[in-house]
Each structure stands twice: as C-alpha cells, then as structure tokens.
DNA sequence: TTTTAGCACTCATGACAAACGAGTGCTAAT
DNA sequence: ATTAGCACTCGTTTGTCATGAGTGCTAAAA
C-alpha cells in the first residue's frame, strides 16, 4: 500500500492536472499547499508511484500524469478529504409544478453548465405504469389515432392502420369495452390480457375477430423504450483533449446513437442506486477513450426510475460532479 | 454578362473545387473534360472572372476558388446542365405503414446518408391543424391529462390543473360540448373561438365561468411549436472545411438551439414550396458562416406542412444535393 | 538513514532560413 | 485571338539551432 507521503503526491499531482491538463513537475507538487517536501523528494517518489503503475510520463523530460490505476486511487482512496460543500444549496430546487420532463432537461441544463461536462438523463420507461384511458380517434377513412393515457399521467400515441371490414361504430364499441375491461392493468401486460379478455367478450359480437387482434396488436405496442435528454455536448469541445477533430468525431457519433448513450448509463450493478464512477477503459463502450462517466439514479414514488449520468475526460473534477449529481438524484427522488 | 468561354470556365472551376476542396488552377481547367482551351487562355478568363466578383483568390500563387457571387450563378445558370439522374428512384421509397414521424427520421439519416451533410427535417406545426377530437383524462383530484387530436393526426397532449371547484362530471360535460362545438376550428384560433362559444353556451349552465376559462386556457396552450429530425451532424466533420475545432463549435452550437435550426429551414419566399437554395450569407443566421443551406417543402394532402432543409459548406455538390431533395418532398408530398 | 541541493542530460517546442513548387501575369510568337 | 514561354510570387515543407521545463543521479546536509 501506499505511504502516507505518497499519497499526498498522488493527490496533489491528480489535484493539479484536473486544473492545469498540463503534465505536472516535481517543482509544481512541491510548492503546492499541504506538501512540505522539496523537490528531489517528489521526484523520488514519483518514480515510485510511476513503477507502481500509477502515474504516467509523456516522454522523459516532461512531467508525469495519473493513469487509469491513479485516478482509481484517487477517486476510491483521496476524495473524501473533498468536503461535498452543501452550501449552494439551492442550486438544487425544483420547480415542483413543471412537468417531469421539462424538469429533466432543466437540471440536464443546469448540471452541464456548472460542470462544463455532458450530461445525460434517461427517463422512466412508460411500460411502467397502469392502463387510465384508451381513445381511438379516426382521421381518415384507413388511418386513425389511438391515444393511451396511463396512470401517471403519461400519453402514449400510435397511428394505427384500420382493417377495412371495420367501421367507426365498431371502433367506438371496442374502445368502449376496453375502457371498461381492461382500466388498471399494467400496460407491459395488456397486450396480452387485454387480448385474451376481448376474446372472451367477442363471443357475443359478431366482429371478425383477427381483424380486431391485428388492431389490438398495433395498439399496444410499446417499442419506445426510454426517453434521453442530453445537454452540453458543445461544452465538451472547451476541454483540451477534444482539441482534436478526430476525437469530437467519435465522441458525437456515440451521441447520434441513443442506444450506446443508454448503455453509458447502464449501472454496473444493477440494485446500486449510488454515485458509481467509471473511468477510462472501464467504460465498456466504444468512442469514449479517455474520458469517465458518473452515473446515479434517483427514485419516484420508491421505484427507481431513471438515470443521471456526466460524462467528461478522465480529466474530470471527480469531487464536484459527484457532489453536484448526488445533490441533483436526491432533489428528484424526493419529488413529492 | 458572361461570354459561353467564361461560363464553360466558370463551371469547371466550381466542378472541381466542390471535388476537391482546393483552389484549382489553370492548369486543371484547361485539362478538365469540356474545355478545350489552354492554360493561359483560361488564366486571362479567371482574371476577368476575379475582376466581376465571381471567383475569389486566398493568395497570389493558389488558384481560384468560387465567391458566393460565383456559386449563386453556377445554381442559377450553370446546374441545369447536371441531367438529375431518376435512375435509382427506389432510392425515395417511402414505407407507407410508418408512422409519419420515422418515416421523416429515416428520411432525413437517409439523406444525410447520401450526402455527407447535415439534414434538417422540420414536421407540421401542430397549430395549422383544425381540431378533430378532446378528451381530459382525470389523474389525481387536482391533476388532469387532456389530449388534443387534429384532423392530420397529430397528438397533442398537456397536463393541466383542476380548479377546485370542479367536478370530475362538469369536466365531462364540457368535454362533450366541446366534441359537439368546437370540432373543425383551426387549432391556432381555438383559444378564441372556443372561449366565446363556450360562454354563449354556458348561460344556460351554472357552472363558475372564470373557473372554465382558466382550464380552456391551459387546455389550448400550443407552445411546442415543431418538431425537428436532425442528422449526420458528425458527417460535416468530414468537410475540410471543419477541420478546425471552433468551427465545429459554433455549428454545434446552433444544433442545440432548436430555434435557429427551425430559423435555418424558414423560408425566404413563404408561399414558394419549390427547391430553394442560399448561400453562405444570404443565411440570415448567426453561426454558419461559409455554409449553404438547401430547403424544400412538402406538403401533406395539399397543405404544406413540412420542410426538409441540408445544411453543408458552401462548397457543396448542388447538384445532387437539389435532385435528393426534389426527390424526397415528392415521395413524401404524393403519400397517400 | 533520510532528505535535499546541485548538475548534467533529455527532449518537446518555437524560431528562423533555405529549398521547393504550384500557380500567376505578362510578353512575344503563332 | 490564342498560346507558349518565362520570370516572379508566396505559401508550404524541411532542416537546424536555441530554449527551457523537467528529470535522474550523486554527493552533501540533517
């Protein structure tokens, strides 16, 4: 393990690059507050930390850096000693009246403005909720609008293609039938029991009954699966790492695809709603070398519900997003 | 205006300049395809083409490269010479069973796809749709979900608080009476139209009229004003032209404010739904600085309800960038 | 034995000069 | 009116050199 002295070199050299994005001299650790040692002293020790694997050297006469391992450290072992300052408290508030999701892109505003980083947040799967009201609205003579309201308040809307046999009236009966059946149940489930129940049902109507399925069927689809707010992309390209074209190409590319920015703020331990970190090539996603993710998620009503997630170089000033993404998942989850 | 020598001349610069991204010199004219005069011929021609404004020279031993002056003629004048090849009309094949928004978010990955620009599709302002049919769907004692369908199927949907006085019954009644009154009224004048009908009708009912108003208030606020598909915002990071990181930014930059990219797609000539073309600034909009844009209308039975716009670098394939456009607001025009 | 001062050495970076070459404008010949 | 020829311009590339931040090692100091 590590000695006392060595770790804090370790601090002050992460403590520094975070601000500087500079390789860090033997001198520059030395004169910093809270380290009394010379120069010659750090530069021993250095050497060791870089033996140790947790420090890197560009090339020889340049300072050194933190590796992976190092920021690891760091972030495991030296960050406590970063008091969460709770003062700005307020930074947190919630307009309590605004809609989830607008309240979801203002705090995914807000966290990449004060971080300077990307911030991610995947909101809560519709599939969730109960079944409150179904209405089917034709627009032409084969197209019409189904609108499904759930019980949170959620509106899921489909166009649906209507089979030729069927006319308005039978629509307005079939709605009329499910808004008495099949109200509360789980809309992940009322594919197949609102099915199953219309079946029963039918036997005393004489509809063609594949024709109702194949409506039913398009009806209770539900393939959008999360909904994801991004914000502060830009913001990444005022750090120095993304002075190359190169880089920010990958980085947006991964921003294009939704389905690899979900997998971002997949935790790694599914039951753990906690601040999580992962750094570097612990990122099990491709385009985002050299850069963390944060990642936490918040509650509504006791069920977690989504994710918050900053996504910046490994450069990044772990101590403050950590403070700023705890303060924002606690400010959710207690959401009346 | 300009002899048949000096547009041939004119036209074999911008030809290969939107090729190859470097200024041509005489050179490369007098070799290209087409022209049968020699290099210094073609020098005396380019002076005097400089001298008129249409071609532009970064230093005294480059080549020329096309002025904004120089590009406007060659879309003009020039361009109808480019045969727009029908050959892979399948290319614009339209899946009629999609729902209108993924057909416009295929079509716009499509295009981009085939361009190596940015692609902008903007969707029916809800606003211009006459209404077709309300519910309000009570959630909770003060929280209700009311849901608003047009005559071209769009949803729109809003969260809107119950006075207190009100009755889940009322909500109903008024529900039906708007069903029966207000079907048809163009959504943009709603607000008006249904807060006068309603006070006529409501002197024969007894419910509190401020109450009703403030709901029909909430009820018909449209702010969300368009949708917006965006594409292939990584591939203009393949432009030379964006090898410089601050480019980038600033283009980004305008990606994340919705408003300019809707900005973007307004129309010069509002009835025009035509292919139209500017070029660097006669885009009236801050951040795209040596970029073009090309926007064309569709229209969805008769009513013009969309734009599809593609943004590049001035320096852009015209050509097949005007024919792709024509192409894909027709198939999307003449569905069904 | 541990820490520190001193010093020679490394190597990326920036400045400057020379060579290069693509392209031009002009003139004279066709 | 067109074109070949040629001197000239100027951005780019290449090479060299000086600079300085930072290191590793050794020997002195604590």
């Given at each position: 393990m590590l000695t006392e002295r060595q770790k804090k070199i370790l601090w002050a050299i992460v403590d520094e690059y975070i601000i500087s994005a500079e390789p860090v001299g033997s001198r520059t650790v030395s004169k910093k507050k809270g380290v009394g040692f010379s120069a010659a002293t750090v530069r021993n020790e250095m050497a060791d930390l870089e033996e140790m694997g947790f420090l890197e050297q560009p090339h020889t006469s340049a300072g050194r850096i933190p590796s992976e391992k190092g920021y690891r450290f760091y972030v495991d072992?030296?960050?406590?000693?970063?008091?969460?300052?709770?003062?700005?408290?307020?930074?947190?508030?919630?307009?309590?009246?605004?809609k989830l999701e607008q309240e979801m892109q203002r705090i995914s505003a807000r966290l990449s403005q004060l971080t300077n980083y990307m911030t991610m947040i995947a909101s809560p799967k519709l599939v969730e909720g109960h079944l409150k009201h179904l209405s089917i609205v034709p627009i032409t003579e084969q197209i019409a609008v189904s609108v499904i309201v759930s019980d949170k308040g959620q509106v899921e809307q489909h166009q649906i293609v209507i089979p030729e046999m069927i006319s308005s009236s039978m629509i307005e009966e079939l709605v009329n039938l499910l808004n008495y059946r099949a109200i509360g149940i789980p809309l992940s489930q009322l594919r197949k029991q609102a099915l199953r129940q219309i079946n029963d049902d039918l036997h005393h109507l004489l509809y063609p009954k594949p024709l109702i399925s194949t409506m039913l069927e398009q009806l209770f689809m539900f393939e959008q699966p999360e909904q994801l707010f991004l914000s502060g992309t830009t913001r990444?390209?005022?750090?120095?790492?993304?002075?190359d074209v190169d880089k920010v190409r990958s980085l947006l590319d991964l921003v294009e695809a939704n389905e690899q920015v979900l997998q971002l703020l997949e935790p790694i331990e599914p039951m753990f709603t906690g601040v999580q970190v992962r750094i570097g090539s612990e990122i099990a996603v491709e385009g985002v070398e050299g850069c963390s993710v944060i990642t936490a998620s918040f509650e509504l009503e006791n069920d977690p519900v989504g994710t918050i997630g900053v996504l910046g170089p490994?450069?990044?000033d772990y101590g403050k997003v950590i403070s700023l993404i705890e303060g924002f998942t606690k400010s959710l989850s207690n959401r009346n």
């Open positions: 072992h030296l960050l406590h000693s970063y008091v969460p300052k709770e003062e700005d408290h307020d930074v947190f508030l919630l307009d309590q009246a605004e990444m390209l005022e750090q120095p790492e993304f002075r490994t450069r990044m």
